[in-house]
């Protein structure tokens, strides 16, 4: 073979391993670019799912919440708030006026009804005494209740307040009588008793006539077993003008009139912890005296020490040396000069 031959075929041979390194480059190139986007479309999906997931958590939260961020809206507003020695029986009822102005109202249902979620409804039972004083008892604390937290509320929301007084009476978690429920704690001195009328003073007051009829027959009706189903097994409730605590770990299940309406969480919250049948006994008729708290240490300081004889005759120290006067030089026959002879 020529040396012109053995040059050519050099060069092809160099050609041919050039090509051949590019497209091996070139392929694995295409493997790393694959591999890339396999690895990119991967944590995409993941991605997507932690969303989708996120969402079906807070998206019936968001559902809830909504109307109360609307009244929360409402409230800033006007910027009002029901303050002690302002409040008058059913005050609240003001104090949220133009509240619902600009929420929407379903067809058919009560203008002064929100409903914040899918409930049900308390058991259907009447609620009469053992006696007759029992039922007037019953009767007469139901009206108080209804009265006080509600005389200028609609219908609706007379009777919203007289079903939670009954739901909380077939709760184990609160006394088994109206009017147990109507003034526990109205023995505090600190206006923290479960109906603030029952130990603020509002019942110092003369009822108007025409309202307390009102709400008498309503608490007439409830008893009887009429069954208010849109605040359901709520046990707790509030003014719009006011934020409490509690608020935060309780179900908003609707509002209507002045107030906002919570269920309890759990099984508290569930039909099946409403089974308590009612007493039938009545055993206070109003509010219950105060209870005036005494410190221990005041008593301490009264109080005489326990191995001391109360019945030994006080001793009493001498004077110190320093504070004792001369012996007098008066001689005796004008010692009582100056004292009167009558």
């Known amino acids: 073979m020529s040396r012109a031959n053995i040059a050519a075929s050099g060069k092809k041979v160099a050609r041919l391993l050039r090509y051949r390194g590019r497209h091996a480059a070139s392929g ?42 609307m009244l929360a809206d409402a409230r800033s507003r006007y910027a009002v708030s029901e303050k002690a020695g302002e409040n008058f029986p059913g005050s609240a009822y003001f104090f949220a006026d133009d509240m619902f102005q600009d929420l ?27 006696t007759p004083l029992d039922s007037y008892r019953a009767l007469n604390c139901l009206t108080s209740a209804i009265y006080y937290e509600a005389a200028n509320e609609p219908e609706e929301g007379q009777r919203a ?35 603030t009328f029952s130990c603020d003073g509002s019942m110092g007051r003369a009822n108007h006539a025409q309202s307390w009829a009102r709400a008498r027959r309503v608490a007439g009706q409830a008893l009887a077993g009429r069954v208010y189903a849109p605040v359901g097994l709520a046990t707790f409730y509030h003014t719009l003008a006011v934020r409490p605590g509690w ?58 020490p326990a191995d001391m004889d109360v019945t030994a005759p006080l001793a009493v120290p001498a004077p110190p040396a320093e504070d004792i006067l001369p012996q007098s030089t008066i001689r005796p026959e004008y010692r009582n000069s100056g004292r009167a002879l009558f």
């Open 28 to 69: 694995r190139d295409d493997l790393v670019i694959a591999n890339s986007f396999n690895m990119v479309r991967a944590r995409s999906w993941h991605v997507a799912l932690a969303v989708l997931a996120l969402t079906a958590l807070a998206l019936p939260r968001f559902i809830t919440a909504a109307p109360l961020d």
């Open 247 to 304: 608020a935060a770990s309780k179900r908003p299940v609707a509002v209507i009139g002045a107030h906002i309406f919570y269920q309890m969480p759990g099984f508290n919250g569930t039909e099946a912890a409403f089974r308590i049948p009612y007493s039938g006994r009545e055993w206070q008729s109003g509010p219950s005296p105060k209870a005036w708290t005494v410190r221990s240490a005041s008593i301490e300081r009264i109080l005489p």
């Open 104 to 130: 929407p109202a379903a067809s058919g249902s009560s203008p002064h009804v929100l409903k914040l979620g899918t409930i049900d409804a308390a058991p259907a039972a009447a609620f009469r005494g053992k």
């Open 161 to 195: 307040v007289a079903q939670v007084v009954l739901n909380r009476m077939r709760n184990p978690l609160w006394p088994h009588s109206v009017c147990g429920v109507v003034y526990q704690g109205s023995e505090r001195t600190d206006s923290l008793c479960q109906f």
